[in-house]
């Protein structure tokens, strides 16, 4: 099992940024890929960034693109998402998520508690 704490949300003024940070501890040794999801009032949850665990190869929605980076330290087991240029559409639970490795495993079955991002205008 896996379990995952999420921490550095905040509040934050349109243009400004903010780093989130995700802590992994269990059986981390079995990680395949973190990612990030986030859900605002009233809509469905949606995809935000992903990174391997092993090789850090990274992907990123179109929404998010050249704005946030995601990253992660493996001595640390900690996950990270650097959030520049924030704007308010981007307000949120940002929660993180976690799956075990394999080539046909596609469900995040880790998940955090999530994080309040708040960005005003």
């Known amino acids: 099992q896996v379990q995952l704490v999420e921490s550095g949300g905040g509040l934050v003024q349109a243009g400004g940024s903010l780093r989130l940070s995700c802590a992994a501890s269990?059986?981390?040794?079995?990680?395949?890929?973190m990612a990030w999801f986030r859900q605002a009032p009233g809509k469905e949850r949606e995809f935000v960034a992903a990174?391997?665990?092993?090789?850090?190869?990274?992907n990123y929605a179109d929404s998010v693109k050249g704005r946030f980076t995601i990253s992660r330290d493996n001595a640390k087991n900690t996950m990270y998402l650097q959030m520049n240029s924030l704007k308010p559409e981007d307000t949120a639970v940002y929660y993180c998520?976690?799956?075990?490795?394999?080539?046909?495993?596609?469900?995040?079955?880790?998940w955090g508690q999530g994080t309040q991002v708040t960005v005003s205008s």
């Open positions: 998520a976690a799956r075990n490795a394999g080539p046909r495993n596609i469900i995040y079955g880790y």
């Open positions: 269990g059986r981390t040794l079995s990680l395949g890929t």
């Open positions: 990174i391997t665990w092993s090789a850090g190869s990274s």
